[in-house]
């Protein structure tokens, strides 16, 4: 898999991608992920990426040049599955999502900044908008990390147990059922019982009853789908 991720501001990004789970995935050659700075790719002598908009609103706003000729540059190496723009009015970013992006074969990530991209590109680069929330930002680079983090661990072979990505919270719409780990007994505070019992069957039960509770007490939401 392949992300491309273009930016403004890859400094934000460079030492993210090359961390933790996402630095493993790339050592092992399971995952490519590449930063590109969007002035890399202005013909503005000054790297300038926003001018003002038309109709006398406020804020900057991306052009098109420099977002059109890195991303035809980039689709002239390369077919890709998905141009994606982060946008707080984008679908709402979630685990079938993740789930979904996991499988692609090579994908990008626009980040947006200011007040946003010139919508002409939103109309005919754009494959998919995606928001991680009801709020705004300063820019997508933490959307675009947060998404490449959430997509990544789920190729498979990045994680070292593959059955830990899919026993998740939100893989079956439930909250996860509570962990622990030794001591059994810390404190006076007890790990249940049945954790420690060694029977399997009654262990899932618990688990499923556990996520079941939490869910229905935490995020009601999630049982209507």
């Not at 705004?136 to 190729?155: F, K």
């Not at 990505?165 to 404190?187: E, G, I, M």
């Amino acid at each position: 898999m392949r992300i491309d991720i273009i930016t403004v501001l890859p400094e934000m990004l460079d030492g993210f991608v090359n961390m933790s789970i996402l630095a493993r995935a790339q050592k092992k050659g399971l995952v490519e992920i590449h930063v590109h700075n969007l002035r890399d790719y202005t013909t503005d002598k000054h790297r300038r990426v926003d001018d003002y908009p038309f109709g006398g609103f406020a804020g900057m706003v991306m052009q098109c040049q420099p977002i059109d000729a890195c991303i035809s540059a980039l689709k002239a190496e390369r077919d890709y599955d998905e141009v994606i723009f982060t946008t707080p009015d984008g679908q709402q970013f979630d685990q079938p999502m993740a789930n979904a992006l996991s499988m692609k074969e090579n994908i990008i990530i626009l980040c947006g900044h200011y007040k946003g991209i010139d919508y002409r590109i939103r109309e005919h680069l754009i494959t998919k908008e995606v928001s991680i929330g009801d709020f705004v930002l300063t820019g997508g680079e933490l959307a675009a990390a947060v998404m490449a983090d959430a997509v990544v661990r789920l190729v498979p072979g990045v994680l070292s147990d593959e059955q830990s990505a899919l026993s998740d919270s939100f893989q079956d719409n439930l909250l996860a059922a509570p962990v622990y780990t030794r001591p059994a007994d810390y404190k006076g505070w007890r790990v249940p019982d049945v954790l420690l019992s060694g029977h399997e069957r009654k262990i899932k039960e618990w688990e499923l009853a556990q996520s079941m509770e939490r869910t229905r007490r935490l995020r009601p939401d999630l049982l209507d789908k």
